[in-house]
């Protein structure tokens, strides 16, 4: 649900736009909405799960996720439909860190890597799947049940996630508030600058204000942390080279990815005229592969390592990227590099992860997890708009804009790859089968 809702949205535009009589502006925020409360309160939602209960944290943002979304579906104007998508913006940032950290606090280090590529490959599907999904729904019903339908999924989470999942907590410690105020206002910062950029123009007061006041209280945020006793996240995690390198190539991997949904489904609808629920059947031979592939990555994760999955699942999507950015005259020109990109980000998903999430001890979990989550939510927001201003420079939609705006995923898949060489080889230790037995109960 969390990760459908961050494109969903846009296959409802413009119906959204006719019933609630928005402008183009007004429209922009029902997606922005979310995306700056998701991103700006991730890391204060892992550490209050780390303190409080990852299971509660996690059941209380479905419930309020769940919650939002009946109001996004009641909306009858549009400032109405902004303020529940922000709310339903909290419940994600409860929800998405928390399932890894309890993810990672389930499963010894020699299953994490297959049980994260579970996830990933269900996320990615619903990355890939808001155009198809959205386009559906708003079809066949209206654009209010693209919302209805998280209500079943929401409760029935609840129930499974109280009944069936284990609480588990992190270092017990006080809540770091003035840190969780820094990162929160950092965040907004960024997020707010790279959002508005090609609408206010990245040289505009407003959006040299925003990446001004991101980058003053992210530095705060840093002073803070070092001089803390409960710190939020302790900055030595990121003298591990490890989890550094893992959350670039997961940033740069984000990055390339949303974006190129986000281009990919206008250009099915711009170029070939198709319609939006046709646009994301097309898409399909990218998302097959994540769900037949993901699955699989996960495992050959704990059996070669992250590295090599990483930097060989980026170098496919960066090849899968520039070959789509070259266009065709029909659309099964595009099928092979589809599924050469749904291949290679489904390599690159989990084993990116996992390197994140094993990095650091295992208490430490909901706080890695806090940070990927974050750097994802970055790289998603940076990518479309930086990519999106690349398009409008191009020429848009009578230019060049879809090749130039494509070809630049290939570029941030190519970073994503140079990133995921710094991820430490992993050496399989020699009592790792044995912590598996014992952790089995054998």
Known sequence: MVALDVLVVAAALTTIRSDLGA?????????????????????????IGDRLGRRRTYASGLALFTAASVACALATSLPFLIAARAVQGVGAAMVMPLAMGLL????????????????????????????????????????????????????????????????????????????????????????????????????????????????????AFALWERRSDHAMVPLEFFRNRTFTAANSAGFFLSAALFSAVFFLSQYMQAELGSAPFKAGLQLLPWTATLFVVGPIAGGLVDRVGER???????????????????????????????????????????????????????????????????????????????????????????????????????VLSLLGAVSGFAIAARRRRTDDRVDELVVEGV
């Open 104 to 219: 990672g606090a389930a499963f010894p280090p020699q299953r994490r890597g297959q049980a994260i590529g579970v996830f990933s490959g269900v996320t990615g599907i619903a990355v890939l799947g808001g155009p198809l999904i959205g386009g559906a729904v708003t079809e066949g019903l209206s654009w209010q049940w693209i919302f209805w339908i998280n209500v079943p999924i929401g409760v029935a989470a609840i129930a499974l996630v109280l009944a069936k999942i284990p609480e588990s907590t992190g270092p017990a410690r006080r809540l770091d508030l003035v840190g969780s105020v820094l990162i929160s206002l950092g965040v907004l910062g960024l997020v707010w600058g790279t959002v508005r950029g090609e609408s206010a123009g990245w040289a505009s007061a407003e959006v040299l204000t925003a990446f001004a006041v991101g980058v003053v209280m992210l530095l």
């Open 308 to 410: 090599p999955l990483v930097v060989i699942g980026m170098a496919l999507q960066t090849v899968g990227m520039f070959w789509v950015s070259r266009g065709g005259d029909h659309y099964y020109d595009l099928i092979a590099p589809l599924v050469i990109c749904g291949c290679g980000i489904s390599l690159a998903m989990p084993a990116a992860q996992s390197a994140a999430m094993s990095a650091l001890p295992r208490e430490a979990v909901g706080i890695a997890s806090g940070i990927y989550s974050m750097n994802r939510q970055l790289g998603g927001a940076a990518g479309v708009a930086v990519l999106g201003s690349v398009f409008t420079a191009a020429g848009g939609y009578t230019g060049h804009g879809f090749e130039r705006a494509l070809a630049g995923g290939g």
């Open 23 to 47: 402008s183009a502006e007004e429209l922009e925020w029902t997606v922005n909405a979310y995306a700056l409360s998701f991103a700006m309160l991730l890391m204060t939602a892992a550490a």
